[in-house]
């Protein structure tokens, strides 16, 4: 599992955990990716990046669909709190509860946190 919980920009994470996401995909890798906390940040469409002087990432993102990357969740809770729906995020992963979150880290083998 891939964990985003840092903000897109200010840091490397961010950008570090989507190379890891198309690298495992480009392997046929059984990836699932989680945004939490300020991660989910780094799936906002429309991210205006242009005074920081940095490229906009987000978009890049979208890439996952070819590597046949599924199991995307993202919590609702980090979600809501930061005022962000599904429709503002530049793809569409599962909206999971606490529990949920919970349930679907017992389940994994290894973790990677950005």
Known sequence: MIVFRKAPYGSIYAFEGLENVLIMGAYDQDVSILFIDDGVYSI????????????????????????????????????????LSVDDLVIEPKVIDASEVEALMEEQKNFFMF
Request: net charge negative.
């Open 44 to 83: 906002k469409d429309g991210m205006d990046t242009e005074a920081i002087g940095i490229k906009n990432f987000s978009p890049t993102f979208r890439a996952i669909e070819a590597y046949d990357i599924e199991k995307l969740y993202i919590d609702k809770e980090s979600l809501e709190s930061r005022g």
